[in-house]
């Protein structure tokens, strides 16, 4: 038996893993072209521009951290904060509270009967911002809405509710919820699916209560996909815009005022690209700070 040529073998395994690299970068080639082109040169680029004077289109002159100064002095800026944030605690907890009880109450269906329910809860989510804003408006117009009556009850009057400084960011929350929750349900949904039923057979042996049964088992199996359903929803809406853009215009008296509008309104009524850019630049932090410190809480609270 003759003895293996360790030279050959070595250049086979280097050949080898040549060839493996470069199947890998043909493989992710598409990805990082994209990347750099659609995420990481714009996001160069923004960085750039929130330290000039630049427009929207074209070049500016170096200012520094003039743009930021400025922004931290601007009151609009902390009131339009203070909105956002103001619709995250109107929006986050209660659309998860709500979606997790619509996906219990969902699972406990069977066969087509849950098929339709999920679906037409999903079915919101599929329509676009434009058509959603469209319905309320119609749903919630001060003389012809079919919900009027129902505020009119409980308020003694109609309200014309995007007109309202005091009802116009619930009502909108309303909406988002209404808009975007089936997706979540979805998610929870999956969690649910993924939790083993023995535990529940094996827990209704030992005479657990369906209140001890949730509280013991689905609970703390389901907070992973809770923790990302909270964690999706904080930076969802802290993105707010296209809701308050088409339902109120920022109003009444900057009620609504966020801090995608100030951005919108810098860079393409103003034509101030560089302090546009800066505006960006402050809530992509603000974004990434509250999401990353929320995860982490989460993930606490989790392990407790």
């Known amino acids: 038996m003759s003895r293996p040529n360790w030279e050959e073998v070595a250049m086979s395994l280097a050949t080898r893993r040549r060839r493996e690299r470069r199947d890998a970068m043909l493989l992710i080639?598409?990805?990082?072209?994209?990347?750099?082109?659609f995420f990481l040169y714009p996001t160069y680029k923004v960085i750039v521009l929130s330290f000039t004077d630049a427009p929207l289109i074209g070049d500016g002159n170096w200012v520094g951290l003039a743009n930021?100064?400025?922004l931290f002095s601007d009151k609009l800026f902390y009131?339009?904060?203070w909105n956002n944030f103001y619709f995250v605690l109107l929006t986050v907890i209660p659309t998860t509270i709500i979606a997790l009880l619509i996906a219990l109450a969902v699972s406990k269906l069977k066969g087509r009967m849950q098929a339709l329910v999920l679906t037409l809860f999903f079915l919101p989510y599929v329509l676009p911002?434009?058509?959603?804003?469209?319905?309320?408006a119609w749903m919630l117009d001060f003389q012809f809405g079919i919900l009027q009556p129902l505020i009119a009850a409980i308020t003694g009057k109609?309200?014309?509710?995007?007109?309202?400084?005091?009802?116009?960011?619930?009502?909108?929350?309303?909406?988002?919820?209404?808009w975007t929750n089936g997706f979540n349900v979805l998610l929870l949904i999956a969690g649910l699916r993924n939790i083993p039923t023995d535990l529940y057979?094996?827990?209704?042996?030992d005479g657990a209560t369906p209140w001890q049964r949730f509280w013991r088992i689905t609970w703390p199996l389901l907070w992973p996909v809770t923790a990302l359903v909270l964690t999706l929803q904080l930076i969802l809406q802290l993105k707010l815009f296209d809701q308050v853009y088409l339902l109120s215009n920022g109003g009444p008296f900057n009620s609504s005022y966020v801090v995608l509008m100030q951005m919108y309104r810098e860079a393409f009524q103003l034509n101030n690209g560089g302090y546009?850019?800066?505006?960006?630049?402050?809530?992509?932090?603000i974004i990434v700070i509250v999401s990353v410190l929320q995860f982490?809480?989460?993930r606490i609270g989790g392990r407790r």
């Not at 080639?29 to 082109?37: D, G």
């Not at 911002?129 to 309320?136: H, L």
Request: proline share 6%; net charge positive; glycine share 0%.
């Open 29 to 37: 080639a598409p990805f990082l072209f994209i990347f750099v082109v």
């Open 68 to 70: 930021y100064i400025k």
């Open 79 to 81: 009131t339009s904060v």
């Open 129 to 136: 911002v434009s058509v959603v804003t469209m319905i309320w």
């Open 158 to 178: 109609a309200v014309p509710v995007f007109k309202n400084p005091y009802w116009v960011m619930p009502m909108i929350a309303v909406v988002t919820v209404w």
């Open 201 to 205: 057979e094996a827990a209704s042996l």
């Open 276 to 285: 546009a850019s800066a505006i960006a630049m402050v809530l992509f932090l």
């Open 296 to 298: 982490q809480l989460l």
